[in-house]
């Protein structure tokens, strides 16, 4: 049967037991809805990976993406898979990157014996760094975020400098 939005609003959980129950797509293989006993469903494909371990990718929710749009993904990613790539492991990697604040402690705590200045460093990471860069994560930093905030921080200090000691 072929996934429409007719097809998918007049589906209901009817599976017994707590398991997601799936309504699998006739038009592309691989494709299908997930529902919950909740009442959600996100559209989702499955694959196996090159060592043959079976894995489900969940490409959104219904209603966040229309069919059209998840049958355009799910041929995107399968096209992907079928080139050896593996779009779970990717996601799991990007979840796994580590933030700012995350490199800033073990940065701290490395140093903090055997460098001098870690006091200034760590009060320059408190002061400006960690509030702008804090929560992110080191792959979304960019080179441009990067020298706008060293220009704002120069703006900043050069604002505290009293002229007597500037030469």
């Known amino acids: 049967m072929a996934i429409t939005k007719r097809t998918i609003d007049a589906l209901t959980y009817s599976k017994v037991g ?5 309504l699998w797509d006739s038009d592309i293989r691989n494709f299908g809805v997930r529902v919950y006993p909740s009442g959600e469903k996100s559209f989702v494909i499955t694959y196996r990976t090159s060592t043959g371990t079976k894995r489900f990718y969940t490409l959104g929710k ?10 355009d993904i799910a041929r995107q ?22 933030t ?3 490199l800033a402690a073990v940065y701290l705590d490395e140093f903090k014996a055997r460098k001098r200045s870690w006091k200034d460093d760590n009060q320059r990471i408190r002061d ?4 702008e860069l804090g929560s992110k994560k080191l792959t979304e930093i960019t080179l441009r975020q990067l020298q706008q905030l060293h220009q704002a921080i120069h703006t900043r200090v050069s604002v505290y400098i009293p002229a007597a000691l500037v030469d």
Do not use: M
Request: avoid cysteine; glycine fraction near 6%.
């Open 18 to 22: 707590k398991g997601a129950q799936y």
């Open 62 to 71: 219904y209603g966040h993406l229309t069919v059209k749009q998840a049958r």
């Open 77 to 98: 990613k399968l096209a992907e898979i079928h080139q050896g790539k593996d779009p779970q492991l990717e996601r799991q990697d990007q979840r796994s990157v580590a």
């Open 100 to 102: 700012f604040d995350e």
């Open 128 to 131: 400006h760094l960690r509030p």
